[in-house]
Nanobody
Framework: QVQLAESGGGSVQAGGALRLSCAGS????????MAWFRQFSGGEHEGLAY???????TYADSVKGRFTISKDNAKNILFLQMNNLKAEDTAMYYC????????????????????RGQGTQVTVSS
């Protein structure tokens, strides 16, 4: 059973930065497609950034140029560096893993991902 646990959320002023981490069990970060999502208070989910087993990255337009996804395979940790944060970035952020090698690693659908963490709250004040 894959387990994912996020950390690094908090409260920050607009224009500030945060770095989120997602620790995983086993070798999930090495072999799986890993993604960062966020869930807004109204319930909507948004896919933000994706990184494949080969390190290829993809970003949603809403965060491109501000957020960077990366991973440390040796430590089984996924990161999301978030810069120039805006009030509209306020949400619960969580990581997710897709074990299927057949699909492109860029699906914004939460149903693609078999595993997800509990999330970490990010609050940006203007």
């Amino acid at each position: 059973q894959v387990q994912l646990a996020e950390s690094g959320g908090g409260s920050v002023q607009a224009g500030g930065a945060l770095r989120l981490s997602c620790a995983g069990s086993g070798y999930v970060h090495r072999w799986y497609c890993m993604a960062w999502f966020r869930q807004f208070s109204g319930g909507e989910h948004e896919g933000l950034a994706y990184i494949g087993s080969d390190g290829t990255t993809t970003y949603a337009d809403s965060v491109k140029g501000r957020f960077t996804i990366s991973k440390d395979n040796a430590k089984n940790i996924l990161f999301l560096q978030m810069n120039n944060l805006k009030a509209e970035d306020t949400a619960m952020y969580y990581c997710a893993a897709d074990p299927s090698p057949e699909r492109p690693c860029s699906s914004p659908s939460t149903r693609t991902y078999n595993y997800r963490g509990q999330g970490t709250q990010v609050t940006v004040s203007s």
